[in-house]
């Protein structure tokens, strides 16, 4: 018995592509750039989290703010991901492990 209410842990790439707005064609686009990650199956199937959603959006952002292509906002991603990890490594060592609680 299925429950209706309940939300598939993956999407295909035709519910993905509804989801997000973007043209199917595009999404396999952000696939081949490495801008997403999706699960394939055995028969190399595309399957998409809803974390990809979030990262299609950031996608679209980072592109509508400063008129990037999609190979220079993957760069981008990078660096802005780069950049978080560092600032939570700073952080994380100037606390010193301690709890502010």
């Known amino acids: 018995m299925s429950n209706a209410l309940a939300r598939p842990l993956l999407l295909d790439l035709e ?4 989801l997000t707005g ?3 064609h595009l999404v396999a686009r952000f696939v081949a750039l490495g801008l ?17 959603v979030a990262a ?8 509508a703010a400063f008129s ?18 560092q600032e939570s490594a700073l952080r994380a060592k ?3 492990g301690r709890s502010w609680t």
């Open 15 to 18: 519910a993905f592509a509804r």
């Open 36 to 52: 997403l990650e999706p699960a394939r199956d055995v028969s190399g199937r595309l399957w998409f989290s809803y974390a990809d």
């Open 22 to 24: 973007v043209h199917p």
């Open 68 to 85: 990037l292509n999609y190979a220079a906002v993957g760069l981008v991603i990078d660096l802005l991901d780069r950049l978080a990890a």
């Open 94 to 96: 100037h606390s010193g």
């Open 56 to 63: 299609v959006a950031r996608i679209q952002r980072l592109r």
